[in-house]
């Protein structure tokens, strides 16, 4: 291979990652799911357990283990720092985009490849859900990688070309889309392929794809983990596919309930500034001029029935969050991309100074919302974290009650896990989808450790009168339910949490009765 080939393959692969990279360290992790995800991480490193995934020491079954195992890694190689807990979501995002880049310069060519990339990378919604630790880029990445290679396995077919491995490469990224986070890394790529192959004519290849190699590769990358769990947990099945998964998808009891349409508006919303320049393109589109490479049949009608099924699948359910919708991105970026190429006749100038100066106005942009975040957004812990340290040191123990705070034991590098005392009996707790309902049935795979970790409300003055000291963390109303915390200045207090540092012999002399 040459060396301008060489570096025509990687030199704009690395420009992507580098702008991923680029913000990805300047914001703390936002509360819950970034802390809750790279604490499950961390957990993975401090108990030496890269099985079982658990949250403050209890089995976390609410997703399988591969963002843990990426990040527990980035975290044992780069250390405890905000850019190494966001390596499986920058992954994710990067891996989506060099398959999308990848696929459209094989079969279409360069210069819209290049126009593709930029497009889906200055999306803020895409460049946001990349810096964002929790599991739904990773999965995007993950299904954006199969279904790319399963339509190159069926273009290379159709062409005489070798197709063996990437059609066993695509059952491989499928085994890895299951374990990022569950069925949907199977359900989603296929029914993309199958629709694609029925609408475009090659119905008969929908059973070509079937591939014995290919199902045997994928049960040997996801089958061990889940077999493992159910041998380990014999209610894991029932609650991860049941419980997690179906029920989730078709009943209405859960969190985050939109109407069907949520989606449209918030792609719209999200992809600005890129969406006018659509509008622009597609109400004056030209023919293709003589020399203009000519689009593969097909890979147009992928990209818009990717980008149905997507967005038609996550708006079926009751419960709806932005980046169940992430993996819509890459086809959204090809199509606003090939409009704007279409009108310009494929010229990297010609598609017009205003498509040039959209890319530079997103990207401006992504950067500016991550600033926003970082100055606005005042929910972490991060601030009490050299506190708390400091009296952890010195053997006052720490409690947490009423919530979990996930992200303190991050920035703590905390080795156990945090008592955590509410009223875990409330006959209202099976019905709401927070952060005590998580721990709730976590400590149901394991009784043995909730029971030291899951506290009632008859042991809180147990823990006043059994230390000098005691840190206490928690809501900033928790003194209404604990009045003696009201007793004694808050130490630190941030927009959701406060810490306070409870001397026994002051509650004792306002009153605190100890045996």
């Not at 990067?94 to 290049?114: C, D, E, H, I, S």
């Not at 099924?309 to 708006?315: E, H, P, R, T």
């Not at 100074?353 to 975040?373: F, H, K, N, P």
């Given at each position: 291979m040459s060396v301008t080939r060489?570096?025509?393959?990687?030199?704009?692969?690395?420009?992507?990652?580098?702008?991923?990279?680029?913000?990805?360290?300047?914001?703390?992790?936002?509360?819950?799911d970034e802390g809750r995800y790279a604490g499950v991480a961390w957990e993975m490193i401090r108990s030496g357990d890269w099985l079982t995934p658990t949250l403050n020491g209890l089995p976390f079954f609410h997703k399988p283990p591969l963002f843990y195992w990426v990040t527990a890694s980035s975290l044992s190689v780069f250390g405890l720092n905000l850019v190494a807990a966001r390596a499986a979501s920058i992954l994710g995002a990067w891996m989506g985009a060099v398959a999308l880049w990848w696929f459209v310069?094989?079969?279409?060519?360069?210069?819209?490849?290049?126009?593709?990339?930029?497009?889906?990378?200055?999306?803020?919604?895409?460049?946001?859900?990349?810096?964002?630790?929790?599991?739904?880029?990773?999965?995007?990445?993950?299904?954006?990688?199969?279904?790319?290679?399963?339509?190159?396995?069926?273009?290379?077919?159709?062409?005489?070309?070798?197709?063996?491995?990437?059609?066993?490469?695509?059952?491989?990224?499928?085994?890895?889309?299951?374990?990022a986070k569950g069925l949907i890394g199977l359900v989603l790529p296929g029914g993309v392929l199958v629709f694609w192959l029925l609408l475009s004519g090659r119905w008969r290849r929908i059973l070509w794809v079937l591939s014995v190699p290919g199902l045997l590769l994928f049960a040997a990358v996801a089958a061990p983990w889940f077999l493992a769990m159910q041998h380990?947990?014999?209610?894991?099945?029932?609650?991860?596919?049941?419980?997690?998964?179906?029920?989730?998808?078709?009943?209405?009891?859960?969190?985050?309930?939109?109407?069907?349409?949520?989606?449209?508006?918030?792609?719209?919303?999200?992809?600005?500034?890129?969406?006018?320049?659509?509008?622009?393109?597609?109400?004056?589109?030209k023919a293709p001029s003589p020399?203009?490479?000519?689009?593969?049949?097909?890979?147009?009608?992928?990209?818009?029935?990717?980008l149905v099924v997507i967005v038609g699948f996550f708006s079926m359910p009751n419960s709806k969050l932005a980046g169940y919708v992430l993996p819509a991105l890459p086809p959204l970026a090809y199509l606003l991309a090939d409009g704007a190429l279409q009108r310009s006749q494929g010229r990297w100038w010609g598609a017009g100074r205003a498509v040039l100066g959209t890319a530079i106005v997103s990207a401006a942009v992504c950067v500016a919302l991550i600033g926003a975040v970082v100055h606005y957004d005042k929910q972490s812990t991060r601030p009490m974290a050299p506190t708390v340290s400091a009296l952890l040191k010195e053997g006052v123990p720490l409690l947490y009650v009423e919530e979990f705070t996930y992200d303190l034991p991050f920035y703590l590098a905390l080795r156990e896990p945090v008592p955590t005392l509410t009223d875990w009996d409330s006959p209202e707790l099976p019905l709401h989808d927070n952060d005590r309902k998580e721990l709730f049935d976590a400590g149901e795979f394991r009784p043995d450790a909730a029971q030291r970790l899951l506290l009632r409300p008859q042991q809180w003055r147990v823990w006043l009168c059994r230390t000098p000291r005691l840190m206490v963390v928690g809501p900033p109303d928790a003194a209404k339910q604990f009045p003696e915390l009201g007793w004694q200045p808050a130490a630190v207090q941030v927009k959701r949490k406060t810490l306070w540092v409870l001397e026994r012999s002051q509650l004792i002399s306002h009153g605190l009765v100890c045996p």
């Amino acid at each position: 291979m040459s060396v301008t080939r060489l570096r025509s393959n990687w030199l704009w692969p690395l420009l992507m990652l580098g702008w991923l990279l680029l913000t990805a360290g300047w914001r703390p992790l936002a509360v819950p799911d970034e802390g809750r995800y790279a604490g499950v991480a961390w957990e993975m490193i401090r108990s030496g357990d890269w099985l079982t995934p658990t949250l403050n020491g209890l089995p976390f079954f609410h997703k399988p283990p591969l963002f843990y195992w990426v990040t527990a890694s980035s975290l044992s190689v780069f250390g405890l720092n905000l850019v190494a807990a966001r390596a499986a979501s920058i992954l994710g995002a990067w891996m989506g985009a060099v398959a999308l880049w990848w696929f459209v310069k094989r079969w279409v060519g360069p210069n819209q490849a290049r126009w593709v990339s930029i497009a889906l990378l200055t999306q803020p919604f895409f460049f946001g859900g990349g810096q964002y630790a929790n599991l739904d880029m990773l999965v995007a990445g993950c299904i954006s990688t199969t279904i790319v290679l399963a339509a190159h396995a069926v273009l290379s077919a159709e062409q005489g070309q070798p197709y063996r491995l990437a059609l066993w490469s695509a059952y491989g990224m499928a085994g890895l889309g299951l374990l990022a986070k569950g069925l949907i890394g199977l359900v989603l790529p296929g029914g993309v392929l199958v629709f694609w192959l029925l609408l475009s004519g090659r119905w008969r290849r929908i059973l070509w794809v079937l591939s014995v190699p290919g199902l045997l590769l994928f049960a040997a990358v996801a089958a061990p983990w889940f077999l493992a769990m159910q041998h380990l947990y014999p209610d894991f099945f029932h609650y991860f596919f049941v419980y997690q998964h179906f029920q989730r998808f078709t009943q209405t009891g859960f969190n985050n309930a939109h109407p069907v349409w949520f989606y449209v508006p918030l792609i719209i919303g999200l992809t600005l500034p890129w969406w006018p320049v659509w509008v622009w393109s597609w109400f004056g589109r030209k023919a293709p001029s003589p020399g203009e490479q000519p689009v593969v049949p097909g890979v147009r009608l992928l990209m818009v029935v990717w980008l149905v099924v997507i967005v038609g699948f996550f708006s079926m359910p009751n419960s709806k969050l932005a980046g169940y919708v992430l993996p819509a991105l890459p086809p959204l970026a090809y199509l606003l991309a090939d409009g704007a190429l279409q009108r310009s006749q494929g010229r990297w100038w010609g598609a017009g100074r205003a498509v040039l100066g959209t890319a530079i106005v997103s990207a401006a942009v992504c950067v500016a919302l991550i600033g926003a975040v970082v100055h606005y957004d005042k929910q972490s812990t991060r601030p009490m974290a050299p506190t708390v340290s400091a009296l952890l040191k010195e053997g006052v123990p720490l409690l947490y009650v009423e919530e979990f705070t996930y992200d303190l034991p991050f920035y703590l590098a905390l080795r156990e896990p945090v008592p955590t005392l509410t009223d875990w009996d409330s006959p209202e707790l099976p019905l709401h989808d927070n952060d005590r309902k998580e721990l709730f049935d976590a400590g149901e795979f394991r009784p043995d450790a909730a029971q030291r970790l899951l506290l009632r409300p008859q042991q809180w003055r147990v823990w006043l009168c059994r230390t000098p000291r005691l840190m206490v963390v928690g809501p900033p109303d928790a003194a209404k339910q604990f009045p003696e915390l009201g007793w004694q200045p808050a130490a630190v207090q941030v927009k959701r949490k406060t810490l306070w540092v409870l001397e026994r012999s002051q509650l004792i002399s306002h009153g605190l009765v100890c045996p």
